[in-house]
């Protein structure tokens, strides 16, 4: 069976919100696919079609070219992480996992080696009630590992989690990619993914943004700029402007110029006599990247990630 | 487009595949120290209740004097007038019955043999009535149906050893046997003759919590003609006498041109006290009902309180199994913990309901294995069993553990309290209605409306099969809703 | 106190199944109490004098199904707060915890009342509307029903009385067990199947004692209007028996809600 995950034109309404509105995109193995979007964008609503738990109204969506719900161990095919929380207070984590595995045809082994993966020996014992949100992260994780699926996905796992926790968990998802697995994290904080996914599905309102690596994605969005950093600020921006490039200035002393070279830049800023401590070609951050596809986007440029600041 | 559907599995691997849900369903069951500690409640209330109600309960059943007890040591109804004369050894009777009044349905008016005249002696008896045709019965439990119709109608009685064959004709020269019957015990020399009985009718008047229970006696009466007796040794019928058996004080005999008049009172047949011992000693199960309905209740709902139906269905897309899968877990565990108890219960009561007046003669000692002792206990079990798929399905169905609860617990307990406040009419609709009329199944006797439990007055198997069709309908409803929902 | 009251009371009125229990306790009082009445006539009876029926009592047989909806309200008007872990912000704002038990009590309790009110008056004006038709007529020697006529006024109020107990029994048992299905099969189990056992137990001095100390057989003593001698426990007695069991489960609630940890 293949290791991906196709959507095709997907669409699903819940009464009067088109929570989905003609997605498609693909998440190959061997590499860690960001899903990104704000909140309400529709990744939680695509991942539960995937799983089979919500019907879409229209299009379709294959792990490994077959429907889940025709799957008869999904958990064999496909590993998720959707609610940490989704787990009874009362009941022990180990006996959580079980009935996953005893459902699915796992041997009772598989229970203990992933409580192992996630570093949850001491705590397997105890009822989840009890669990902090890092510890049910961890559990959730254990559950989607449990299976040994090559199709993974993650729905916002760094949520709740201490520093330590989130590095823990981009080098889990690293590292399974590097297995050759396909696993899809979706975040609403762009930055998260910054240092974990290869590739990006940006989406936005239920539609498909951009679908890019992120270096494709920095180069774009740094596409030529120059950051300057002077003390004549205003007079800068008024040579620059002049000379036909487009200035924002990002600080008291900061400025990006667009539309200009670097040498030019520093020949203008000499020929006005204008001092500068530093000029560089800009780099943007994956926020950065992300607040500009989203304005281009247009259409929620008020509801662009809440949430993120 | 095209979807790559994987051929369907054979049936083993599909069996293999419900196995392992069932596991995993138990699994989480068990898990839930809660749940587990809900059934072993159920199963102490139901104990410590039925104890509390066999302490409460008590009869004077055995008190009553001139008790008649059948051959068989259970209690009788014997009375009836009987006209009548010895005869010895083998031999025949044919009268014509030429006129029975309709006093009650279950009159009756004909030809006996008995073992003299003492009540709860042993006998085989021809008859006709007016609701059930011609019927030959004998030792207070046979009972063979003849041609339905009503008097006038010839009947023959032939005795042979203790063997006695009846014969019925519309005329007098076309006969039909109707059967024959063995009365054991009949000795060599019995009394042959005509009589006549009817039933007194019961009446039952129900109000506002207060049940009271009337007998008003009605009088049977009915005319023969052309009685001829044909034996070696018997007396002949002109030289017959009456006798007023069981001292019904109603019987009366003329005799006028050749035609014989006889009223008579009273009821020939099984006559066992309404109160059933096997039923309070299991009185506890309606409590423990309670108890069963909330964990059941939780099984289905604990999945939608935090979101869990989406790992559930995450791990097993086939949803009608995962349902079916739940139904047998808590359908099953709700069994096991129901058999436990009632068999307790019925164990442990026993002495004490003995020692209230619940022995024999009035009520015989049964075994756990009789019939409907074992249909009591185990439709016990089946009961609590069936409620508890009952709540699960309530459960899916409202995703909310209070509505549920509440719903389940009215429609099974408040139709009995409702019912027996209600006239006894109405109160059988509600018994025979609504899923309260399983409790039926926990009685070891026939329906009576003699009772302060409504539920008594249904058979064991409508209560149990209204309960299981309130179950089946609910299940379906699950299921549907299950398919089409997003979760 | 006002100002826990007016925070309770916006509590109460927020959570959506309020309104419709409250519709429910209305409702099903007078939906089983009119289906009741419709079912008796006279001529169920030898004879249309002699039915004894107390047309009082049996006007107000939906008493039976609206203690349920009461019993749902009182038990989750405490067990959501403790399921959403609303009782801290609770206790947070009001420190004071007797005080806190207090105003829920109060309203909750206010409540039930002024809807048992309406279901309970109105099952009664149903009643009397419907009694005449099927021969409990004062021919037969049946007084017309009103609230005018004092036995009759009394059972009527004193049944708004009792499903206001039931509140309070519900809410004291809840902040007792503090998860719904428990304080619910508790408070279910007192109001339906004690008085099963009640009723079936055969020995009469078992039965009259039952009655006497059962929380809602005796409560319930409130709506006879006839046979009166024949009552094992007079009616204001019997309510006093059911004031008597909510007083000390309230006495418990309270000292088990100002010592335990909010949970």
Redesign the interface.
Known sequence: MDADIEVRDLRKRYGSTLAVDGLSFTVPPGRVTGFVGPNGAGKSTTMRIILGLDAPDEGVALVGGRQYRSLRTPLRHVGALLDAAAVHPSRRAADHLLWMAQASGLPRRRVDEVIGLVGLESAAGRPAGGFSLGMRQRLGIAAALLGDPPVLMFDEPVNGLDPDGIRWIRELLRSLAAEGRAVLVSSHLMGELEDTADHLVVIGRGRLVTETSVGALLAAASGGRVALRTSHRTEAMTVLAGAGATVAATGRETVTVGGLPTERVIALLSDHGLPFSEVSAHRASLEEAYMELTRDAGEFTAAAVPGAS | MTTTLRPVPPRSQRAAGFGRLLRAEWTKFRSVPGWVAGMVAAVVVTVLVSLLAASGSGTDANDVPDLVTGPDGGLVADAFQFVHGPMTGDGSVTVRVTGQDASHDDAMAGLMIKDGTTPGSVYAALMVTPADGVRLRAMFDADVAGRDGVAPRWLRLVRSGTEVTGYESADGIDWAEVGTVDVPGLPETAELGVFVASPPDVRVERQAGSTSVGEVETIGRATFADLAVDADDAVAPERWSGTDVGRTGTGAVTIAGGVLTVTGSGDIGPDPPDDDPVQIGLFGAVVGLMVVIAVAVLFATSEYGRAMIRTTFAVTPRRGQVLAAKAIVIGGVTFVAGLVAAVTAVLLTRPLLRDAGFGPPAFPESSLFDGPVLRAVVGTAAMLAVVAVLALAAGILTRHSAGAITGVVLLVVLPILVASALPPGAAEWIMRLTPAGALAIQRTKDPTAGLVEPWAMVGPWAGFGMLCLYATVAMALAARSLRGRDT | MSRVLRAEWTKLRTVP?TAWLVAAVIGLTLA?GVA?VA??DTA???TPTT????TA??SL?GV??GQ??V??LA??AVTNEHASGLIRSTLAASPSRVRVLAGRLTVVTVTVVAAAALGVAGSVLAAAAILPSNGFTPAHGYAQLSLADGPTLRAAAGSVLYLGLVAVIGVAVATIVRG???A??AA??VL??????V?????PG??EQ?QRWSPSSAGLTIQATTGLERLPIQPWAGLGVLAGYAFVTLVLAAALFHSRDAG
Do not use: G, M
């Open positions: 199944s089983l009741a079912s008796v169920h009876c030898p039915c004894a029926e107390d009592r049996l047989t039976w199904l349920a909806a019993a749902v038990v989750l719904t299905a428990a619910l099969t279910l189990t339906y199947a004690i008085p099963l056992l009723r079936f137990v055969s020995d078992w039965q039952l």
